[in-house]
């Protein structure tokens, strides 16, 4: 491993500290490094708050602040080149005086995507750009893939049987994975935005949806109920956190009981339509937990980033299929007796 890159894993070390709190914003981490030694770090805690290389500027002690022309600026992100909440961090750079900066990969927000490296190597900085660069846009996908396709990052989560059966027949809820798996579960949620079940999901297993079992907030919760049949008394108008019911017959906004209804066209295009809207709410990542109908209808349209598929050990006498996941498995793990398979799209890099 190089010296830039053993730097630059630090960066991603310090960027995931903010996961689940800067989105629509990526999450992003900086060190400066003086002749081998670190005098500055920092990363983005929250949307609105100070950029990654802010906070690695304002770190260094009073008595080592001379040191910052001399240091080499480490970021896992292209440094922003527009002023959104806060100023550009270019600006900040070239204030400083800082000559060197190494960068793992691009920005794709409109307005940076290269031109934040160009006002850089303009102004005479010398920039490294690509150490880590896989890692790097793993890191940021979430951002990049909202900005470009002006669209939720989807991630689908369901759990199988050993046989592959989704659901016990009859309309029961029953259990497919253990405690841990349901910690996984709520880690993911609290690292994304939103939440999204279908109608019958909603009725039948009545679900919180919400981050009990991990650190952190809990998302919005998102049902389609095409037809607003779902029954006023499930969790999901409970009031404990919000929740948007996405339906065909009103828009309308209930405080009191935290519930927003949205209203949609149904017919065609319906779901490059819930996440053209998704996106104008800034929801830059979206968690879908079922059912069968709905996941289908991700994989049908190609709408899907990642899938997170658990593996119970216990049959139902009786159950229905689940969904065929069309992607690739590219990591397996095991969470007490459950295996979790990581799927992406075929095509996805
Ligand atoms: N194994 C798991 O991980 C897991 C996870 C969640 C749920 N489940 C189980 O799955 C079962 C429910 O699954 P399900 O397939 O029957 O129902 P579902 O997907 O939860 O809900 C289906 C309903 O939601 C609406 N809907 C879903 N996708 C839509 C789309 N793309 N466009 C428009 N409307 C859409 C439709 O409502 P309208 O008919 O009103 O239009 C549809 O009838 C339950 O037994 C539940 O316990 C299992």
């Known amino acids: 491993m190089t010296r830039d890159e053993r730097y630059m894993l630090r960066c991603f070390d310090l960027a995931v500290l903010g996961a689940g709190r800067t989105s629509p914003n990526p999450m992003v981490g900086a060190v400066l490094v003086y002749e081998d030694r670190i005098i500055g770090e920092g990363f983005h805690a929250r949307y609105g708050a100070s950029h990654a290389e802010v906070n690695a500027v304002t770190s260094v002690p009073a008595s080592l602040r001379h040191l910052i022309p001399k240091s080499t600026l480490y970021v896992s992100l292209e440094p922003c080149c527009i002023t959104g909440k806060t100023g550009p961090c270019t600006n900040l750079i070239l204030e ?91 880690r993911l949620r609290s690292e994304t935005d939103a939440i999204l079940i279908g109608a019958r999901t909603a009725a039948i297993d009545n679900p919180q949806l919400d981050n009990r079992y991990y650190f952190g907030a809990s998302p919005l919760r998102i049902v389609l109920d095409r037809h607003l049949a779902l029954p006023d008394n499930l969790h ?42 998704l996106h104008r709410r800034k929801i830059s990542t979206l968690l879908v937990e079922g059912g069968a109908r709905l996941i289908r209808s991700f994989y049908d349209a190609g709408l899907w ?5 658990y593996t119970g050990s216990v049959d139902f006498p009786a159950g229905i299929a689940a969904p065929q996941c069309p992607g690739e498995c590219v990591e397996t793990f095991v969470i007490g007796g459950d295996t979790l398979r990581l799927y992406r799209p075929l095509s996805s890099e």
């Open 96 to 186: 400083q005086g800082i000559p060197r900066v190494v960068v793992s990969c691009l920005d794709l927000s409109p307005g940076v995507a290269g031109r934040g490296i160009a006002i850089l190597q303009s102004a005479g900085v010398e920039v490294t750009l690509g150490v880590l660069e896989k890692e790097g846009k793993h890191l940021s996908r979430f951002r990049n893939h909202f900005v470009t396709r002006q669209a939720p990052y989807v991630i689908l989560k369901y759990a199988v049987t050993p046989s592959g059966q989704f659901a016990p027949t009859g309309n029961l809820q029953s259990w497919i994975t253990g405690p841990l798996s349901r910690r996984f579960t709520h």
């Open 305 to 309: 980033q990642e899938a997170y598929i």
């Open 236 to 277: 999901l108008f409970d009031g404990a956190s919000p929740t948007l019911v996405v339906n065909e017959l009103k828009s309308e906004k209930d405080t009191a009981r935290k519930v927003e209804y949205l209203h949609i066209d149904f017919g065609e295009g319906f779901l490059p339509r819930l996440l053209g809207e």
